[in-house]
């Protein structure tokens, strides 16, 4: 999962988890966790966060979670609470390339390609190039 993520630390520690979910959310940023059901394990997160098109879209989940639902569920109401406080607000979304995963989770929550950027900086495999999506 930490290849497709071009903010996290990497190796990423214990103390690294711990410090990124008690530090408090960014300005006007919001940050929803996604957590296990029945033993309230963390899963995963989606964040929304001010750009310069708007807000944009970000989120990871575990590997052992991914392949269920609960991103594209977990991203649907997201944007439903964030479209409802600021309806007609631009939301976008960036994914490597070759995130296949991610792309559908996008295409499944009404986004769309818009276009390609090269990334704004260096993560583990390097500069690569990241697809643009905005929803609807």
Not at 4 to 23: I, K, Q, S, V
Not at 83 to 111: H, K, W, Y
Request: some cysteine; hydrophobic content about 45%.
């Amino acid at each position: 999962m930490a290849r497709w993520l071009n903010r996290t630390p990497y190796p990423y520690a214990e103390a690294d988890a711990r410090g990124f979910l008690l530090a408090p959310p960014a300005p006007f940023q919001e940050r929803w966790t996604i957590a296990d059901g029945i033993g309230d394990q963390l899963l995963g997160m989606v964040t929304l966060e001010p750009c310069a098109e708007g807000r944009e879209l970000g989120y990871w989940l575990h590997p052992d979670a991914q392949g269920r639902g609960a991103m594209a569920e977990a991203v649907s109401a997201l944007l439903a609470a964030a479209l409802r406080a600021e309806p007609g607000r631009t939301i976008v979304a960036t994914t490597d390339i070759d995130n296949l995963a991610s792309q559908a989770v996008l295409a499944r929550c009404g986004f769309r390609p818009v276009g390609e950027r090269t990334m704004d900086r260096p993560r583990r495999g390097g500069m690569r190039t990241i697809l643009l999506f905005q929803h609807r």
